[in-house]
């Protein structure tokens, strides 16, 4: 790869080419957008809303499902047409499916520029000013992959993690962000080392890579300092973050990220060795917790069904700013699909999992991921599923229809053999279940007292499914006065009347206590209670 230089600012004034970011698929990438964007801020690169005025259009991109990349593949098809008729814009893809189509997309594709990895995001600088001073002569001055090797090298390269510098340098814009600039996302772990068989990320986003719990704790002041109150911790596996202390450390001392322990090491208590110093989860989140004050919400995402310690319920239970809520996928209610899946958990260690959390929290708000139409999902396999959902107490569930992705195990070895139109009613029988299954859950909440993380007016926004997850039936509440809508500590999305006394503005981005009287499968609705002074 050539070119060490980056774009130019005078006096720190942008005078780079206008770019056009878009975002597809989950948080991480939410958050890797969020990064690159103020990276390339601080060099001198304008962003704009619209891709018609942009010098650079680049697509952050998911491969988790085949329809995510379509939608990807459209967008560039259309550049494409620009191109031939005479438009000038450099067109890159960031993220997952560059990752997973290797440099040979830019000979299929000629109309794509540039092709970064979610793991060489710190490559994309100097990538553009390649393209951009016309040094990019060679396929490699345009690519920054990490490789068929990407497990391997990522491991080796935990030590030196460039990725690192990335986090740490998060720019900081007091309106940009989540929520005018008061919600956050903080990765602590990248990658992933489970290989459910159906799933790409372990290949895209290579190993797992466990972050020093001191930039963590650093990353989160600084985001207080800036007026942040709700932070998101993410993982692909977030309950799995343990932290060796003094395994990885710089010539100057500083911990570096490091590789996760193996899973046998987890499952039998030794991660880390014996006698080792380590920051596991729970002491991460309590770290937090207790360092950071101002954080009035702690949330993280996604956890894995096992090896979840009693050790994190506990510090759930005794730190009240550690949200009661947890995003724990089952997959799936059969035992024969979850052993075809590889996820390393029985029903029964699900359900005991579950029961275990709700005798720990019993105010604690669960939702989950279910993959239907899996490879052999026969109708008794899909009942079994459809008992788990009915068993159990998940706010909501985000369906999906299996897609088969190149690079996994399942594609090679078992035929995508459900038929469309039976992975397509199974997602509609769910959605019906599950819908059930949220209204008693929200009903639960009338005549409940909850502070709201006050999002946004209306309800459109809230009450959106992210990217290619089918939410359970939204629906849109009608009244005559102007509504505001956020979400519980649970997570769960409240829709209030603003008095017309009280500028709804104002209350956007603060937490305020809300009488819940009434609820709907997807929604509660309620009234401010007592003083209007934020909680
Ligand atoms: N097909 C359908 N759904 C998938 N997911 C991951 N890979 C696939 C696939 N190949 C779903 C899982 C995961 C969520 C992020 O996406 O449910 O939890
Ligand atoms: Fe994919 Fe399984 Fe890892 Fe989740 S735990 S990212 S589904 S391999």
């Given at each position: 790869?050539?070119g ?38 601080a ?8 891709p ?30 620009e ?33 970064c ?31 068929s ?16 510098v ?21 990765r602590?772990?990248?990658?992933c ?8 990320v ?5 190993a ?10 650093q ?8 007026g ?10 977030v ?32 991660a ?6 380590k ?58 699909i ?8 029985s ?44 068993s ?6 985000f ?41 008693t ?69 603060e ?21 209007l002074?934020?909680?």
């Amino acid at each position: 790869m050539r070119g060490s230089m980056v774009t130019p600012t005078i006096h720190n004034q942008p005078i780079g080419p206008a770019i056009y970011l878009e975002t597809f698929g989950c948080q991480m990438n939410e958050l890797d957008s969020e990064l690159v964007t103020g990276h390339l801020q601080a060099l001198g690169y304008q962003f704009v809303d619209q891709p018609g005025t942009a010098d650079v259009v680049l697509f952050n991109t998911c491969s988790v499902r085949e329809q995510a990349e379509n939608k990807v593949f459209s967008r560039v098809g259309r550049l494409r047409q620009e191109k031939d008729k005479g438009r000038e814009v450099v067109v890159g893809l960031l993220g997952c499916l560059a990752e997973r189509e290797g440099s040979g997309l830019l000979q299929r594709r000629p109309e794509i520029d540039l092709l970064c990895g979610p793991g060489e995001l710190d490559h994309l600088p100097m990538l553009l000013d390649n393209i951009l001073k016309g040094q990019a002569v060679e396929a490699a001055d345009r690519v920054a992959l990490q490789g068929s090797n990407s497990r391997r090298s990522a491991a080796l390269s935990a030590a030196e993690d460039s990725l690192e510098v990335l986090d740490l340098s998060r720019a900081f814009d007091p309106d940009g962000g989540a929520i005018g600039g008061r919600a956050a996302y903080v990765r602590i772990t990248r990658g992933c080392n489970k290989f459910c068989t159906y799933c790409v990320v372990p290949n895209t986003r290579g190993a797992e890579v466990h972050r020093p719990p001191d930039a963590i704790v650093q990353e989160c002041r600084a985001l207080a300092d800036q007026g942040v109150i709700e932070i998101t911790l993410l993982g692909q596996t977030v309950n799995h973050y343990v932290y060796v202390h003094g395994a990885a450390v710089s010539s100057c001392g500083d911990e570096l990220p490091q590789v996760g322990p193996g899973l046998s090491a987890f499952r039998n208590g030794t991660a880390g060795g014996p006698g080792s110093r380590k920051t596991s989860f729970a002491d991460l989140l309590a770290r937090i917790h207790d360092e950071v004050p101002e954080i009035k919400r702690l949330r993280f995402v996604t956890s894995y069904p096992r090896d979840f310690g009693d050790d994190i319920l506990q510090v759930m239970q005794q730190c009240p700013r550690i949200c009661r809520y947890l995003h724990v996928p089952a997959q799936s209610g059969s035992d024969r699909i979850l052993s075809r899946m590889n996820r390393g958990y029985s029903v029964s260690q699900y359900r005991e999992f579950i029961d275990r959390v709700c005798s720990a929290m019993p105010d604690v708000s669960i939702a989950g991921d279910i993959i239907v139409g899996f490879p052999t999902e026969t109708d008794e396999d899909f009942d079994q599923t459809c008992d788990l959902i009915r068993s159990v107490p998940f706010k909501n569930n985000f369906v999906f229809k299996y897609s088969p992705r190149p690079g996994t195990a399942a594609i090679n070895r078992f035929e995508d053999d459900v038929p469309e139109a039976v992975k397509r009613s199974r997602l509609n029988t769910l959605l019906a279940i599950q819908s059930e299954v949220s209204r008693t859950v929200h009903e639960r909440e009338i005549g409940h007292l909850h502070e709201v993380f006050v999002e946004k007016l209306g309800t459109g926004g809230a009450q959106q499914a992210p990217a290619g997850r089918v939410e359970l039936g939204w629906e849109t509440p009608v009244g005559p006065q102007a509504q505001l809508s956020g979400r519980t500590p649970g997570d769960l999305i409240t829709v209030f009347d603003v008095p017309p006394t009280q500028s709804a503005e104002s209350l956007i981005g603060e937490i305020v206590p809300v009488r819940v009287h009434s609820a709907a499968p997807r929604l509660l609705r309620g009234s401010l209670e007592g003083a209007l002074n934020p909680v």
